[in-house]
């Protein structure tokens, strides 16, 4: 599908229409510049947007919308309006037959350990304390076991972990630890569980903002925005080479109307870094650049089920850590908002399959995903096979940054190699290799305004400098 005539040369040209790209050249239209969204998919939305089959209504992984920031939290009321539901966040994880709430609080991990255990547990906690404290944190397993025990370590943090990844928590740096685990230690944690702190972090908050038809709703209104203050976006439109040239880019694009070159004074990328690289016309080294800095994504498939059943149970998500199941998580769209089944005598589940194109499960036919999905979730009790209505399947290959050993020194070493291009920005979760939430993204597109156009009056709120709390 195309959308909207080029008008010629753009002041900004924005690969990817997701949540990124789309704030990006909504606020570059509000200030005045010409801008443009390349994207290659059918819809815009990317990773954030919600897929509509015979009135169901999916997220690719269910989406919650939270933030910290009073700034991006007016944007989005702003965006969205009355659209904006509060929903109560219900999560919890399969354990050894048992569901229990997640995030795991400290409690709730001791009464998942027999009086043995506990005191196994309790003594690698002391174990590590006073063994490990001398060893830097460089893996996911150095930081938790330092923190936490092994015990813990085995029981809690390992499974979901390497289910997600796909590499062992010894390959995995620290960073993400860092970034993700709320707590950073059991005595913390057992202040937290005395004490609540005001502001739990982003992964622990009891509830959330959603948008009432699905999270696809904030790329959707940032896109009829664009386009009501004449911006444009190309759909289906793939850039096949980029160039830089004297005052800008010249970037060259297939799409259904036919192969064109667009200019602009600057390049926005949204679009994964690797395939960004290669972009980059062969003289400019950015093929052989894309092999040298290997910047790696976890995949992910998507399988929706729509049921003929009226819940299957009261969870935002809920998390699968053990092999047995070929899924890792799953969310039922109905607990977020009603408008998400067509009626309410039935429902609907989002199972998520974390996996990699090289995986044996990724060309797995479609029936055959299913059919292992459908009978696990059957043992469980979850649903008989009779109630699946129908079923629908996306892979998506660079849903997650993989934050393995030595990704920094290779990410650092990416963007020198771009800085030769100053015109040429990065931004958003996929386009700079970053584990960022829908929220961090937006700030980062705002951080990036405000340093770009420091003496404009901004239709944007400005924010304080980065502080790594990305989501
Ligand atoms: C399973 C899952 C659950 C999540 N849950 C949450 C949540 O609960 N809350 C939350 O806030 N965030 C969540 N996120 C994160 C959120 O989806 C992202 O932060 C956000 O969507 C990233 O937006 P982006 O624009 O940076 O990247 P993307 O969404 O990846 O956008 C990049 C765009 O570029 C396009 N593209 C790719 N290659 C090309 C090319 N060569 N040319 C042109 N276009 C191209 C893609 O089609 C895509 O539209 C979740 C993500 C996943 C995977």
Not at 52 to 64: I, S, Y
Request: hydrophobic residues 40%.
């Amino acid at each position: 599908m195309t959308e909207d005539r080029p008008s010629g040369q753009f002041d900004f040209l924005i690969l990817g229409g997701g949540v990124a790209g789309l704030t990006a050249a909504r606020e570059l239209l509000r200030l005045g510049q010409r801008a443009a969204v390349i994207e290659k998919g059918a819809d815009v939305g990317g990773l954030a947007r919600t897929v509509v089959r015979d009135g169901f209504r999916f997220d690719l992984g269910g989406h919650r919308f939270h933030s910290h920031n009073p700034a991006v939290l007016r944007w989005l009321r702003d965006l969205l309006g009355d659209d904006l539901l509060t929903v109560p966040r219900v999560s919890r994880i399969k354990l050894n037959g048992r569901y229990i709430p997640y995030p795991i609080t400290l409690p709730t991990a001791i009464t998942a350990f027999s009086p043995l255990q506990g005191v196994q547990a309790a003594a690698s906690y002391f174990l590590a304390r006073f063994s490990e404290q001398k060893r830097p944190d460089r893996s996911f397993e150095d930081w938790v076991i330092r923190r936490f025990g092994r015990a813990m370590y085995g029981r809690f943090f390992q499974p979901y972990t390497e289910k997600v990844w796909g590499i062992p928590g010894r390959e995995l740096s620290a960073d993400w630890a860092a970034q993700r685990i709320g707590l950073p230690g059991v005595w913390p944690a057992i202040r937290h569980s005395l004490r609540p702190a005001a502001q739990p972090p982003a992964t622990a908050v009891s509830r959330f903002y959603y948008p009432r038809a699905g999270f696809g709703m904030i790329p959707q209104a940032l896109a009829d925005d664009i386009r009501a203050r004449g911006g444009t976006i190309l759909t289906g439109t793939t850039p096949t080479r980029i160039t830089a040239v004297p005052g800008g880019f010249e970037v060259t694009l297939r799409g259904p109307s036919g192969t064109q070159t667009w200019c602009a004074a600057e390049l926005i990328a949204t679009i994964p870094l690797g395939a960004l690289l290669r972009l980059l016309a062969s003289d400019s080294g950015g093929e052989a650049a894309s092999r040298r800095f290997r910047l790696n994504y976890r995949g992910l498939i998507c399988v929706f089920l729509a049921l003929d059943r009226e819940r299957v149970s009261g969870d935002s998500w809920t998390y699968f850590p053990e092999p047995e199941f070929i899924f890792g998580r799953t969310h039922e769209p109905k607990n977020w908002s009603l408008d998400m089944v067509p009626d309410g005598r039935c429902t609907s589940l989002g199972v998520e399959i974390f996996a990699n194109p090289d995986e044996p499960v990724w060309s797995w036919p479609e029936a055959q995903i299913v059919d292992a999905v459908v009978s696990q979730l059957a043992r469980i009790g979850w649903l008989s096979p009779e109630e699946v209505r129908d079923h629908w399947l996306l892979r998506l290959p660079h849903a997650y940054p993989i934050y393995d050993l030595g990704y920094g020194e290779r990410l650092a070493q990416a963007r020198q190699f771009l800085a030769q291009w100053p015109r040429l920005h990065l931004l958003g979760r996929t386009g700079s290799f970053r584990y960022m939430n829908s929220d961090g993204v937006i700030e980062d597109v705002f951080r990036f305004l405000d340093a770009r156009f420091p003496a404009m009056e901004m239709a944007v709120p400005s924010l304080p400098e980065e502080d790594g709390r990305w989501a």
